[in-house]
């Protein structure tokens, strides 16, 4: 299983910014996928959650502003992000869980105040 995360960069506060995450190696259609983002000196935390069927659950911190979404004929995840705050600066990553956490490795998100 591969994961591959894109899309993070620099903004001002009030942007936006799409990522993406691209899977190989999985039926990816059968499982749920997620994004988790960790900040300097923070603990890796949960952002937003697709099931297979493609229901969505969100952190409270991003709830309103973030959105997550799949299409499986190109094996990808999205997250929508807009209203970027600078709380929201971190590295980005990407999640299946298939026996065991596979993780993408990290793309970093950077919103300046």
Not at 16 to 37: D, E, I, K, N, P
Not at 38 to 66: H, L
């Amino acid at each position: 299983v591969q994961l591959q995360a894109s899309g993070g960069g620099w903004v001002q506060a009030g942007g936006s910014l799409r990522l993406s995450c691209a899977a190989s190696g999985l039926t990816f259609s059968r499982y749920a996928v997620g994004w988790f983002r960790q900040a300097p000196g923070k603990e890796r935390e949960f952002v937003a959650e697709i099931s297979r069927s493609g229901g969505t659950s969100y952190a409270d911190s991003v709830k309103g502003r973030f959105t997550i979404s799949r299409d499986n004929a190109k094996k990808s995840v999205y997250l929508q992000m807009d209203s970027l705050k600078p709380e929201d600066t971190a590295v980005y990553y990407c999640n299946v869980f298939i026996s065991r956490d596979y993780w993408g490795q990290g793309t970093q998100v950077t919103v300046s105040s």
